[in-house]
């Protein structure tokens, strides 16, 4: 069985611990209980967090306990770790309900079946109850002013034109408190997370010393960006959503075939639950072909798969196919996988003439704003259907299974039509 943390660095997710030798026999020894915490800041995770949340799922696999951590609580303060300005405070409904959904999206990836030994828990429910002098004392007490300003992100906005607000700052103090809570109640010896936490992890790290007599632990991964620096799950629209309505799994799949050939192998490691063995496989199959993307192709699916499940994943690469695969030969169900993909149209039959067939759809979906643009479109070769050029506005239309067929107006335009 391979050692978890020797896996762990065999895909670049070990970049600061405490005392490797102690966590390594702490390991060893029995089922340890760590935690990683995700603020709600939002209504749904991102790529970004699937690499957290599978650091926990590799755990749990190993026969360990772990606790996703949701910070209703620390979500109303917000972590100023990587960021130059202050963030804008949620209310407690919109809180509340991103909480909702992020635990919804973490019990697809995790098991919290009470015989896993996993939980899912939301700091909230332990710090509503604590007053504000019970935590100067019990908290505020055991660390410094000094340590807190030592950190990178709090020293680099008190340099900053913006410098903090005392909110933010007192983040630090809540997130050790997390620790200290959960090391008490749960027996919690280890908290992970990426390499900008590594701040606040040693402050919880140190409160469970001061206030327990306890030495507990601390790992963090590289935080991922592209190999040109960029970040990570970012696209020209936005972030890149694990929900379905923020992201389309289409949308999901596509990012991850086109990855680029520097950072595949990297993301193949990290961000699935494949053997490190086998991942190096894919890439000398990848290595003697690379315009086949297999080694893409394999990252988007089992992305998709993991987020979402195999038949999601079946459909988004039905819809690459439609789109840019070979069609000559497209079938109803490729067609049928493009809906909600690109825009589409239901006509009755009976709406779609005899004489100009293509016109009239072409009129009637919006691809062409009239008849005579139509026609024009059509004249000027600019009008394919089912990937076939039209020549001539008096051809039929043929439909795929006679339901369905796939227009296109110069490039990019596409347009899907259901026939009733």
């Given at each position: 069985m391979v050692d978890l943390l020797d896996d762990l660095r065999s895909r670049g997710l070990l970049q600061d611990n405490t005392d490797e030798a102690s966590l390594r026999a702490l390991l060893d020894a029995a089922p340890v209980t760590l935690y990683l915490g995700i603020d709600p800041s939002a209504d749904s995770l991102h790529v970004g967090h699937l690499v957290g949340v599978l650091v926990l799922r590799r755990f749990a696999d190993a026969g360990h306990r772990p606790l996703a951590l949701v910070g209703g609580a620390t979500g109303m303060i917000g972590d100023p770790s990587g960021r130059s300005d202050e963030r804008n405070l949620l209310d407690a409904t919109t809180l509340e309900a991103n909480a909702a959904a992020i635990e919804r999206q973490l019990g697809r990836l995790l098991d919290f079946d009470e015989d896993s030994g996993a939980r899912l828990v939301n700091n909230y429910h332990w710090t509503q109850q604590v007053t504000l002098i019970d935590f100067l004392r019990d908290v505020g007490k055991?660390?410094?002013?000094?340590?807190?300003?030592?950190?990178?992100?709090?020293?680099?906005?008190?340099?900053?034109?913006?410098?903090?607000?005392?909110?933010?700052?007192?983040?630090?103090?809540?997130?050790a408190f997390d620790f200290w809570w959960q090391f008490e109640h749960y027996d919690c010896r280890l908290q992970v997370g990426g390499s900008d936490q590594w701040g606040n992890i040693c402050a919880g790290i140190d409160l469970v010393r001061r206030r327990s007599g306890v030495s507990v632990h601390g790992l963090t991964w590289p935080l991922m960006t592209r190999a040109d620096g960029t970040k990570f799950g970012k696209t020209a629209e936005g972030a890149v959503w694990l929900d379905a309505e923020r992201t389309l799994p289409f949308e999901l799949h596509q990012y991850f075939v086109n990855t680029d050939d520097s950072d595949v192998e990297r993301l193949l490691l990290q961000l699935t639950l494949l053997p490190v063995a086998e991942v190096s496989e894919i890439m000398a199959a990848h290595s003697s072909a690379t315009h086949e993307r297999i080694a893409q192709r394999r990252l988007a699916d089992e992305v998709c798969t993991l987020v979402h499940?195999?038949?999601?994943?079946?459909?988004?690469?039905?819809?690459?196919?439609?789109?840019?695969?070979?069609?000559?030969?497209?079938?109803s169900?490729?067609?049928?996988?493009?809906?909600?993909?690109?825009?589409?149209?239901?006509?009755?039959?009976?709406?779609?003439?005899?004489?100009?067939?293509?016109?009239?759809?072409?009129?009637?979906?919006?691809?062409?704003?009239?008849?005579?643009?139509?026609r024009r479109a059509i004249d000027s070769g600019g009008v394919r259907v089912n990937g076939q050029r039209i020549a001539s506005s008096s051809e039929p239309l043929e439909l795929v299974d006679g339901r369905y067929a796939l227009l296109q107006r110069g490039r990019r335009h596409r347009h899907l039509l259901v026939v009733d």
């Open positions: 055991h660390v410094t002013v000094n340590q807190m300003i030592a950190k990178d992100s709090v020293r680099a906005r008190m340099q900053g034109d913006q410098g903090i607000s005392f909110t933010e700052f007192s983040y630090m103090l809540l997130q499940d195999a038949s999601t994943t079946k459909q988004a690469r039905l819809a690459a196919e439609a789109l840019f695969g070979d069609l000559s030969s497209l079938s169900q490729q067609l049928e996988a493009l809906r909600g993909i690109v825009p589409e149209t239901e006509l009755a039959g009976s709406a779609v003439g005899a004489d100009e067939p293509l016109v009239d759809v072409l009129a009637a979906t919006g691809v062409c704003s009239s008849r005579s643009d139509a």
